[in-house]
């Protein structure tokens, strides 16, 4: 299927002209702005962290996690010599933890290597796909570089009346893009497109205070209510568990750093699927391998994922003796277990830790989860 709009597109220097003089009036102060919007930026490792840090995180969430990493990561070289656990550590709740391993190797290269010369230097390190290479390009280093997410294609196809998805024609839009970030400023440009979308331009817009409405063509046939077409989302897949943290004399049971998966690079706690715990669902305390002195649980929570929802049932057991390890788990010093870096559900149950004990009965059902991580 073709698009709607005759090409080639109306003039982008002309189109886009008002957003400049409009962006300087409302831009918000974050803290990896320049305050130069003319000139290369000072700090491009600042650009380059708050551009992985916003991949699919809102703005809001990310400036106190910037504010952190850039204190105690100042610049690349010091992102390069740190530990693993420190950074995901302070990489801790903002999700999509691949961010941070990529964003440390990107470091290393940059620190060892220096900055690229062009786009396709930035598009060949760790964790930089085409928008998040060219928002580093038009920010850091002034280059008319056209970046194209979410919101740059529903600005773009209410502006020229894109019927079908605009990430179809994304090629088409990014050179019909770059005469406007060379005539207007790349940095400037970029940004004042990202603000337009991520403020009057949402999903559900306000066209009255726009001011690209007059050029709007959306705007002008009504349109702008099916454009850009909402997409069909796959459905999450749902599971169930129990989330288990076991307390020995030796310290916490937990599973050590993945490589790769959901939770890479953090510590977590052993679980089972509901179901899988019906096995030792009929085991009394009396009746498990090892004797347990306290058992403990806590209401569930749904925790949710890009694509995965998990309802989750938090509970604990204290051991009376030393335990082995069951094979991928390990255990860890009660006085490290407050540094260790988590994912926001791990922490959750951590959380839960520090809480004055229930005592309450745990039900065979939750018995049988317990034996079923220690066998």
């Known amino acids: 299927m073709g698009f709607t709009v005759s090409m080639p597109f109306p003039d982008s220097k002309t189109l886009l002209a008002p957003l400049a003089p409009w962006f300087e009036q409302v831009k918000r ?9 003319d000139r290369p930026h000072a700090d491009p490792y600042a650009v380059l ?13 990310v400036i106190p996690y910037f504010l952190r990493w ?23 709740g903002l999700g999509y933890y691949r961010r941070a391993r ?28 085409p928008y998040t290479a060219a928002a580093v390009a038009a920010q850091a280093f002034q ?37 406007a970030l060379a005539a207007h400023g790349p940095s400037r440009l970029t940004q004042a ?37 909402a997409l069909p989302r796959a459905r ?14 030796d310290g916490w049971l937990l599973r050590p750093p993945a490589k790769r998966g959901l939770l890479a690079g953090l510590w977590s706690w052993p679980w089972v699927l509901a179901g899988a715990a019906g096995a030792g669902a009929g085991a009394a305390e009396g009746g498990l391998p090892y004797r347990a002195v306290e058992g403990r649980a806590w209401p569930g929570w749904v925790q949710v994922y890009t694509h995965l929802r998990q309802t989750i049932h938090p509970l604990a057991l204290r051991l009376e003796a030393p335990r082995a390890a069951p094979e991928g788990l390990c255990w860890v010093g009660a006085e490290t277990l407050a540094a260790l870096a988590m994912g926001k559900r791990d922490q959750r149950l951590r959380g839960h830790l520090e809480q004055p004990a229930s005592f309450l009965p745990l039900g065979a059902e939750e018995w049988g989860a317990a034996l079923a991580v220690l066998n």
């Open 29 to 37: 102060t974050l803290p990896w702005r320049s305050g130069n919007l």
């Open 49 to 61: 962290v708050s551009e992985v840090m916003l991949q699919q995180t809102q703005v809001a969430t």
């Open 70 to 92: 850039m204190a105690r990561f100042p610049d690349l070289a010091a992102l390069a010599a740190a530990g693993e656990d420190e950074i995901h550590g302070f990489w801790a």
């Open 102 to 129: 990529n964003l440390q190797l990107a470091a290393a290269i940059l620190a060892r290597e220096g900055w690229p010369a062009d786009l396709e230097g930035l598009l060949a390190l760790p964790g930089l796909g």
């Open 143 to 179: 280059w008319p570089t056209p970046a194209l997410d979410g919101n740059a294609f529903r600005v773009t196809a209410r502006l020229l009346g894109l019927e079908d998805d605009p990430r179809r024609a994304a090629p088409a839009l990014r050179a019909w893009l770059e005469p």
């Open 193 to 229: 497109i990202m603000e337009l979308g991520a403020t009057l331009c949402a999903p559900a817009p306000d066209c009255r205070a726009c001011p690209l409405n007059p050029a709007c063509r959306a705007h002008r046939e009504g349109s702008t209510g099916r454009i850009p077409p």
């Open 236 to 249: 999450p897949k749902e599971t169930e568990l129990y989330l288990v943290a076991i307390e020995s004399p």
